[in-house]
């Protein structure tokens, strides 16, 4: 089927943006460069977690596949089992993903806040366990490698644009593909997508374990960048309500969407954390309680239209007004 | 809860007033804070199903982290707890020392369940929110506000987390940070109690108080808060209905 250019509008616009970013390093290196590098960081994460909005499922644990694709990294270094940055990543990712398959089975029967709740718990027990098992490094962490980043960030630089740009093209690949049909029907109404022929569960499955395969491998890949994982930089609840923010801001299910709301979200962030020593964290819960009252679709929804402002005030008058 | 338990810490701390005065007045406060909240911030989450779960979700995900983040901001992350006379007193059972606080916060939590009891199954307005929840229609057209009975109930929630804040800060520490654990605690012990059971949130919160006392002695201390997610997620995987739990709260 030949490529319109007109319906994949969102797509284009986002590999035209990730096309200028990637000029950066011709134009200017270190410091603006490694903002860029965070912000795609969790660009590239909220692609993936994006999956999972598509079929509908909440989810408070996208950390815990980071850490899962970072953790498998750093063990494999450390204990020497295979230095190929390459291949460890991939099976970071692959880990990542059997994570998401594993959890994903029991966790997936239940739906809604459960499946949330759920996820949240997951998530923190996962996190707490490596805390507290020195083996896997407990609360020290595993350091990765002794790269001096500036030498080579040029590498990682490229190394997450691509990514990010694979991640866009790959999610959009799925949302027009057989599965990407079947979870927004399970999405928009799960009798009537059963009753079509449409397996809930397997689908749902599926996509948890993709999504869950994408966010460990960005997950791999900061494990290198970083150059060491501990649990509060790869597992924290922190980690995971900034990809649920950049989600929900810049629109939940679009391709734009992570793009737009990684650069607003993490910026803001920056700065507050310049202005407000701690406690900075409240910028990010803003943004969420905004988005929910005023602008559901976040910022991609609110502009091509397909979710309009809410506008509380004239909601409290009809309220007043109409009584029920 | 937090935030309550903040309030009696600083009337305290400035006006040196008697901490169980003041559980009524930050039940109070609270109730007022929760009625408007639904009111003003929140109520668009009830108006648009179709953004109805995850947006309030996050609402109050956001709320708690801005409280939080605002208690940090404005009141620093520093440990807080109350002296007073007769925090360090103990009641003597024959060998058994209890302390006298706890006694008390058991009493009042009993009397706070009881109040509510009371509250939601003899008087007509809590007959009338039970109404609300089990058909919101036929709620209206007996001539019931859904509206109004909303209000009520997120009210009467966040004041029961006022008295909940009060108690609490009497026999433990209080910073910022101490809301996350206990927001998943409280939510293991409605899980596992059942949706809409008050016998059910009873009996889960003495349950999961006697799980972790055991559990601290056996786990290493950085485990403790594993032992509520645990429970949770067994709850929520083999009988997400819980041990009392009414059927119509569970979506499919």
Request: glycine letters at 12%; one cysteine or more.
């Amino acid at each position: 089927m030949p490529f319109s250019y007109r319906r994949n509008k969102q797509l284009i616009y986002t590999l035209v943006i990730l096309g200028v970013i990637g000029l950066t390093p011709l134009v200017t290196h270190s410091y603006v460069e490694s903002l860029l590098i965070l912000i795609l960081i969790y660009v590239a994460m909220t692609q993936g977690y994006n999956l999972m909005l598509i079929q509908g499922d909440l989810s408070f644990g996208p950390a815990a596949f980071m850490g899962a694709g970072a953790y498998t990294v750093a063990l494999l270094v450390h204990y020497g089992v295979s230095t190929n940055p390459v291949l460890n990543s991939l099976l970071g990712a692959g880990v990542a993903g059997v994570v998401g398959f594993v959890l994903g089975f029991p966790l997936l029967k239940l739906r809604g806040i459960y499946f949330a709740i759920g996820t949240l718990g997951l998530a923190e027990i996962i996190r707490l366990v490596i805390l507290s098992t020195p083996s896997l490094g407990g609360g020290q962490g595993i350091i990765v490698t002794t790269f001096i980043q500036s030498f080579n960030q040029d590498i990682f630089f490229y190394a997450i644009v691509g990514i990010t740009a694979a991640f866009t093209v790959f999610s959009h690949v799925i949302f027009k593909s057989r599965l990407g049909l079947a979870l927004a029907a399970i999405k928009d109404n799960i009798e009537a997508a059963k009753s079509l022929g449409v397996r809930a569960t397997p689908f749902r499955l599926l996509g948890f374990s993709l999504s869950g395969a994408l966010i460990g491998l960005v997950g791999a890949f900061f494990a290198y960048y970083n150059g060491f994982v501990y649990p509060d930089n790869v597992l924290s609840l922190g980690i995971s309500f900034t990809i649920l923010t950049i989600a929900f801001f810049g629109g939940e299910s679009t391709f734009l969407g992570p793009i737009i709301g990684g650069f607003a979200v993490v910026l803001a962030e920056q700065i507050a954390q310049n202005f407000i020593l701690q406690g900075y964290q409240v910028v990010l819960a803003v943004l969420l309680v905004i988005v929910f009252l005023v602008m559901p679709g976040g910022i991609v929804g609110t502009l091509t239209g397909k979710a309009p402002l809410i506008n509380p005030i004239r909601g409290l008058m009809n309220r007043k007004r109409a009584g029920h | 809860m937090v935030f309550a338990s903040y309030i009696v810490f600083w009337f305290f701390a400035l006006y040196g007033l008697n901490p169980l005065a003041s559980i009524l007045l930050s039940t109070g406060i609270l109730f007022v804070i929760g009625y408007y909240l639904l009111r003003f911030v929140l109520n668009p989450s009830i108006e648009h199903p179709e953004h109805q779960l995850t947006s309030t979700v996050l609402i109050t995900y956001g709320l708690a982290l801005l409280i939080s983040n605002g208690e940090t901001i404005g009141w620093t992350g520093n440990y807080r707890s109350l002296e007073t006379t007769f925090s360090l007193g103990n009641l003597y059972f024959g060998q058994f020392g209890i302390p006298i606080v706890n006694i008390l916060v058991l009493v009042m939590a009993f009397a706070a369940t009881f109040g509510v009891y009371y509250f939601l199954y003899r008087t007509d307005t809590g007959l009338a929110i039970q109404a609300c929840t089990q058909d919101r229609d036929a709620a209206r057209l007996s001539g019931i506000s859904f509206r109004k009975m909303a209000y009520l109930a997120f009210g009467i929630s966040t004041a029961l987390a006022g008295t909940a804040g009060a108690l609490f800060i009497l026999n433990h520490v209080v910073y910022p940070a101490v809301g996350l654990s206990l927001t998943v605690k409280g939510l293991t012990v409605i899980v596992f109690g059942g949706l809409g059971s008050m016998t059910g949130a009873l009996v889960g919160g003495l349950a999961l108080g006697v799980i972790e006392a055991v559990a601290t002695t056996v786990l290493p201390s950085s485990l403790q808060d594993v032992v509520a997610y645990v429970i949770l997620l067994i709850v929520l995987i083999v009988k997400p209905t819980g041990m009392f739990g009414k059927k119509f709260f569970f979506p499919k």
